[in-house]
């Protein structure tokens, strides 16, 4: 369906828990409340719920968290997505911790990709940022996932720490080595969290890759639902995506909503959640009368998100990556 803006909206995102096995800094508070098991919806609610965005043109749908392979049954429920009348495209987003045990089973249900989260390939640096040791089980997972001809991409947050040395060990591991495109996203204010800004931005990196005698040309092509643009390093045979989430100006072209584990209905990643389909459900309201308030607030999507003005209220792990 289009939006009030003319936006074309036909992908969502389904968040399946607010937990998680990783602590990454810029993700979760230090004194995280989690939701209870009633609190969530059930896979038999965000089918249902799913089934109504298809009835609204919805055709694509991304699989995130918290960590959604920290849910038991995550994977048949991807799979009764994927065979939901209409829907053209499931892929999942992961921190690829549990991921390497799934893969031929995500393999037999023709999952269409799998994002990988990874911030750095420093094992002291991975501890640091997500509290966990498992950067190996994570790498095993990628070359699993790309052994099984799975679509995969990288996911790396720019950290303000971050310099080029952290860079060339994922342009030559993935994007080099294996056909693996590598996305840098821009680190977004949610909750309390004050954001330092990062040396490195899309331009400074462009600059960098081109002052090391490498060109980085930009492509036309898009790689996903999302607004990385993309440039093809001298060298790689995977692009190169940077998604300048803060001071990007793509809200004009943004053809999502979101679904929280809790219910709500998220049109914007910033604004405020709407209307909580799961109470909707739970009180016994008609598909109808609940189609009708979803294509209500999908119309009505804010034409513009605020991060680099002031930070989102909910925290990124609450509302689904
Ligand atoms: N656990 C899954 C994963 O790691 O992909 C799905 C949820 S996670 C919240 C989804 C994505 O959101 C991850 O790539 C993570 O790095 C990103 N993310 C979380 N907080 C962010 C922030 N403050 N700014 C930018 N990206 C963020």
Known sequence: MEDQFQRKI???RISV????NLRCRYCRPDHQEILEHKDILTYEELLQICEMFCRLGIRRFKVTGGEPLVRHGCLSFMR???QLTGVKQVTLTTNGTLLRPEISKLKEIKIDGIN???DTLNPEKYQKITGSYQLEEVLTSIDAAWEAEIPVKINKVLLPEDTMEDLWPFVERFMEKRKIPVRLIEQMPFGNQKVESAVLTGETILKAIRQSGRSAAKLDTAFGNGPASYYRIQGAV??????EAVHGNFCAECNRIRLTSAGWLKPCLYSPPTISLRDLLRSGRSEEEILQKIHKEIFEKPVSHHFGEKPSAEEMYRIGG
């Open 238 to 243: 995977a692009p190169l995506g940077l998604i």
């Open 10 to 12: 036909e992908y969502a």
């Open 116 to 118: 990988i989260s990874l």
């Open 80 to 82: 009764s997505l994927k």
């Open 17 to 20: 828990t607010d937990r998680c």
